[in-house]
């Protein structure tokens, strides 16, 4: 089974950049659906963008579409997300998902592997 490991999160200004990245060991991670959710103080976790199994086609929740992408490296075995133009309301805990299915699954509740999650914090 795969194992992902979240990275890059911080403390930035609103309008600032950041870019995640979701490393992946025990198997290839271009064999699942891989999804970025975010959950903030007292929210449900929420869908923010995906990539499907094999080719590659991506999704973005609307509030991120155009400021966000998501991205795979086969070589690296590594998802990233890069995100630009932050808001002070995107502060969350942001949480890496796979799952063996052939498309992008926006429910949290239908990806069966998660990472530790990665806090980002942005600053008015």
């Known amino acids: 089974q795969v194992q992902l490991v979240e990275s890059g999160g911080g403390l930035v200004q609103a309008g600032g950049s950041l870019r995640l990245s979701c490393s992946a060991s025990?198997?290839?991670?271009?064999?699942?659906?891989v999804a970025w959710f975010r959950q903030g103080p007292g929210k449900e976790r929420e869908f923010v963008a995906g990539?499907?199994?094999?080719?590659?086609?991506?999704h973005y929740t609307d509030s991120v579409e155009g400021r966000f992408t998501i991205s795979r490296d086969n070589a690296e075995n590594t998802v990233y997300l890069q995100m630009n133009s932050l808001r002070p309301e995107e502060s969350a805990v942001y949480y890496c998902?796979?799952?063996?299915?052939?498309?992008?699954?926006?429910?949290?509740?239908?990806?069966?592997?998660w990472g530790q999650g990665t806090q980002v914090t942005v600053s008015s």
């Open positions: 998902a796979a799952d063996t299915s052939y498309f992008t699954n926006y429910n949290w509740r239908d990806y069966g592997y």
């Open positions: 025990g198997r290839t991670i271009s064999g699942y659906a």
């Open positions: 990539i499907s199994r094999n080719t590659g086609l991506t």
